[in-house]
């Protein structure tokens, strides 16, 4: 009679894991979708042919003691900007990203998403492209909705915790319906 008690609890415990499985699955469908398909971007973006992130350039030398001043390649950086996109889009920078080993530095600006990558020697502009996976990330971490809100990340920091803890339930829950019909089967024998 204990094993049949054993067994009840067993499956009372298995159905309850398959509705919390099932009624997670409903509630967050579309927030995976969107965090599968933009992750699938984001893992294929160097090799999406300049169209997710243009191709890092090569400049002229590494030696960084050959190069401009960091200040003179972000001031040509901007008059690129300018002059050659819009003169009406933000010069706030986002980051400036020197890659000595390519004798390149990037400018990734704020807002808009344009990179411009410019030669560390002689300052010459070696890429102007838009950052189609920036948008991306923003979309797969959340932070797009925080930009758009002004919320100061804290849109982003609830969703990650939010798909997180869901995603570590779905992991549980799966591993248990997966599982646990294993082990009622080993225990009836």
């Not at 200040?71 to 706030?92: G, W």
């Not at 004798?103 to 102007?128: E, M, P, R, W």
């Not at 990340?153 to 779905?170: D, N, Q, R, W």
């Not at 319906?177 to 294993?182: A, F, Q, S, T």
Request: proline letters at 3%; a positive charge.
């Amino acid at each position: 009679m204990p094993s049949q008690q054993k067994r009840k609890n067993q499956a009372k415990i298995l159905r309850q894991f398959r509705a919390v499985h099932r009624a997670m699955g409903a509630v967050l469908f579309v927030f995976f979708f969107i965090i599968s398909v933009s992750g699938l971007l984001l893992g294929v973006k160097k090799n999406s042919g300049d169209v997710l992130l243009p191709k890092t350039q090569t400049g002229t030398t590494s030696d960084l003691g050959r190069w401009l001043p960091l200040s003179e390649l972000k001031e040509k950086a901007i008059t690129v900007l300018r002059d050659s996109i819009s003169p009406e889009l933000s010069q706030e920078l986002d980051r400036i990203d020197v890659r000595n080993e390519k004798g390149i530095v990037k400018f990734i600006f704020a807002n808009h998403y344009y990179g411009i990558q410019l030669d560390g020697a002689t300052g010459a502009v070696l890429s102007i492209g838009k950052r189609r996976s920036d948008v991306i990330e923003n979309i797969h971490d959340g932070s797009i909705i925080d930009s758009y809100l002004g919320t100061g990340g804290y849109v982003k920091l609830i969703y990650t915790l939010i798909m997180s803890i869901a995603l570590l339930l779905f992991t549980i829950t799966g591993f248990w319906l997966w599982y646990g019909p294993k082990r009622m089967r080993k225990s009836r024998s």
